[in-house]
């Protein structure tokens, strides 16, 4: 079964220990967020043109109390862990559950496969849910007012907003 049609990494990117399906239920347990709004530009920029027809939500939330309460559950990860890069034969890394380090550990580590500092962190990956997110929620950035759900209508911004914040 394909999750995510986009999903397709090549084989040569994966640990020796892991399968193209195990990997994939290691995504589907968590719940990825960008930590920067330049991560974020990049990603929707990339999805709108892959999928033109298909309309998105950018979700902006409080990061440190976000963190804060979930800090348990966060893992990071220095690199885009769904994608495939275009010649994954000449990467250095392998795709496996040890490319996301426990939050806890930030910092604690020299292994090369994680971040080490906080410009190395690509993604924020939450454990299970990231539920409750009201609480959090700062914006909700859509093409149209009306794909808000109505708890978060006064919270809406256009793309555009998203586009000129700095």
């Known amino acids: 079964m394909t999750i ?14 892991v399968t193209q399906e195990q990997f994939r239920d290691i995504l ?5 967020f960008w930590p920067t709004l330049q991560a974020c530009r990049k990603m929707m920029d990339t999805y709108t043109r892959r999928e033109p027809a298909t309309e998105f939500a950018v979700l902006r939330l409080d990061a440190g109390a976000f963190l804060t309460d979930f800090y ?22 392998k795709k496996s559950a040890a490319m996301f380090l426990p939050l806890e550990r930030f910092g604690l580590t020299d292994d090369s496969l994680v971040p080490g500092k ?3 962190i690509l993604e924020v990956l939450v454990e299970k849910e990231a539920a409750p997110i009201s609480p959090y929620l700062q914006a909700v950035y859509t093409s149209r007012s009306e794909s808000v759900p109505g708890k978060w209508k006064k919270l809406w911004r256009t793309y555009e907003e998203l586009q000129c914040r700095s």
């Open 118 to 120: 906080p410009s190395d």
């Open 28 to 32: 589907n347990r968590h719940v990825f």
């Open 4 to 17: 995510n049609p986009h999903l397709k990494i090549a084989d040569a990117m994966l640990d020796s220990d």
């Open 72 to 93: 348990d559950r966060i893992k990071l990860s220095k690199y885009d862990s769904g994608s495939s890069p275009r010649y994954p034969n000449r990467c250095f890394y």
